[in-house]
């Protein structure tokens, strides 16, 4: 059975690499880095958020969040303008052009995800679903339980800061 496993998390990996490609070169062809897309959709979902619930959102510093903000205003994608309220919050909101671009890249991303599902139907999707769902569940456990996948990505890159930093 042990070998069983080991192809199945082998075949896991090659699906979510092949994924993570194709998303890729989808967000290059709109001009976008791979990590944007998901701050992007964010401020589409929640106009005028502080740019530090972005940051919360996705697990990352806030500094980290600066830097891509910084690039998406030079390409016209959002405007940054300080709170009323609070000066020292920066409040983050899609120009049109960067609505555009939400709606082109969730538009390839949904027709990736097609392409994965092709010849699906919706029972074997639930089944699926119902499948990864159990087995995050036999992994999410203790401090990882309930957590979104950008706080495990931030989970990831901490282990590659610490091996990084035993070399």
Partial sequence: MS?????????????QILHRIYIGRQ?????LYLGQPPILEYVASHHQCAQREVADFMHVSPPSIATSVKRMQKAGLLVKAADDQDLRCNRLALT???????R?????FNKI????????NEQECEQLCSYFDRMITNLATGEFDNQNIFSLVAEVKKLKKTSDGEK
Avoid: P, Y
């Fill in 104 to 108: 082109l890249c969730r538009k390839s």
């Fill in 3 to 15: 070998d069983s496993l080991f192809d199945i998390v082998t075949r896991m990996n090659k699906l």
């Fill in 96 to 102: 049109e052009k960067g609505l555009q671009v939400v």
């Fill in 27 to 31: 967000a290059s062809k709109h001009g």
């Fill in 113 to 120: 995800d097609r392409q994965m599902f092709a010849g699906f």
